[in-house]
Structure formats: C-alpha cells, structure tokens
Antibody, heavy 120, light 106 residues
C-alpha cells in the first residue's frame, strides 16, 4: 500500500523559512516523479513544484520560483520542499503526491498534507 | 495552460445524471485527469488520460473528450458523490488544475 506522510509545517513569520518533508513507502520511490500541491483555506488546488524520479529535472510554479526548492533523497524515500522568503499568500495545506511515471503525469496517490501558516 | 470548469457549483439529487465540463486554453490531447475531493481530505484520482477509470473507482464515473474540451459524467449520483471535482492537465509543465466544481444537494 502506498503511503505518503508529510511533516514540517507550522507557523512562520513573513520572510521566514520552512522545510517540508514527505516520507514515502509502498512503491519504488525512484521510479516516480513527485509533486507538491497546495490548497489555501477555502480555495482550490494549486500545483507548486515537481521533481523527476532521478531528481535531475525540477519544475516550479511562477508563484514560488526563486523562493522554493524541491529535492529528493531516493536512498531515504523522502521528498523535500525548502521554502524561503515566505509570504502570507503561501499559507496553505501542502500535500505531496506521487506521479504516474518517472517524468511526471497525473497524481495517483496523495498525502494528507501539512499546514503552513505565514503570519506575524 | 489555463483550465476552466463549468459549472462552478452544481445542485443535484441522488440518482441524477451529472456532467461537469473542463476546458483547456490549448490542446492537451488526452492528457487530462479528474479528481474528487471531500472537505478535509486529500484528492482522490477518478479518471486519467481523459477516459481511463482508476482502479477501484465506481463505474458510474466516466470521462470523455480530447484536445481542449472534456467532460466528467456521473451516471447516477450517489450520496457519497457530494464533493468538489477538479480537472488537471498533465500535457506539459507547469501542470495546472481547474478551479473546481462543487456538487451539492439540491
């Protein structure tokens, strides 16, 4: 059974940093791209960033480019999202999702998410 | 690629046939997925590649379309189906979701 467990969320001041983690199990981690998707309170789904299975290709939404960095450690089956220069509009539940294939595609398994609140 | 959905809210009764439309701002071939999300829960994949039913998803759900126009149909709405539905294109990065369609009780 595929399991994705996010951690690292919390309350942070504007301009601060946070590192999210997603521990994966139940599948061959390096064979699948991974993604971060966020959902602000009462809003829809927003794609944030994706990384290929090898980690060689990364992709970012314009809203986070230059501030967020996605990475993965295939030896630890763990996905990361380093978030710097956080803004109030980054407040959301951040979920990791497993993509269909190594290069990307649709998301067939999702974690429950971790809440990030950016506020002074 | 911009994704739009209509309607934004749909009021329906148990047993109704429900159709949600998703449009892409440019052709995405068949590279479209549909998700169902209930409050406080993670999204659940229903349909991938426009018309392929994900394993374990009831057969009352179906998808169709290609290019720029797609539909999700629920043939006979069940109590468990009241939720928000999102389309997502995976033709190219940046990946994008539609704004969602909330299906509620009439």
């Amino acid at each position: 059974e595929v399991q994705l467990l996010e951690s690292g969320g919390g309350l942070v001041q504007p301009g601060g940093s946070l590192r999210l983690s997603c521990a994966a199990s139940g599948f061959t981690f390096s064979s699948h791209a991974m993604t971060w998707v966020r959902q602000a309170p009462g809003k829809g789904l927003e794609w944030v960033s994706s990384i290929s299975g090898s980690g060689g290709n990364t992709y970012y939404a314009d809203s986070v480019k230059g501030r967020f960095t996605i990475s993965r450690d295939n030896s630890k089956n763990t996905l990361y999202l380093q978030m710097n220069s956080l803004r109030a509009e980054d407040t959301a539940v951040y979920s990791c999702a497993k993509a269909w294939v190594e290069s990307g595609g649709y998301f067939d398994n999702w974690g429950q998410g971790t809440l990030v609140t950016v506020s002074s | 690629i911009q994704m739009t959905q209509s309607p934004s809210t749909l009021s329906a009764s148990v047993g109704d046939r429900v159709t949600i439309t998703c449009r892409a701002s440019q052709s995405i071939s068949e590279w479209l997925a549909w998700y169902q999300q209930k409050p406080g829960k993670a999204p659940n994949l229903l349909i991938y590649k426009a018309s392929s039913l994900e394993s374990g998803v009831p057969s009352r759900f179906s998808g169709s379309g290609s290019g720029t126009e797609f539909t999700l149909t629920i043939s006979s709405l069940q109590p468990d189906d009241f939720a928000t539905y999102y389309c997502q294109q995976f033709n190219s990065y940046p990946v994008s979701f539609g704004p969602g369609t909330k299906v509620d009780l009439k």
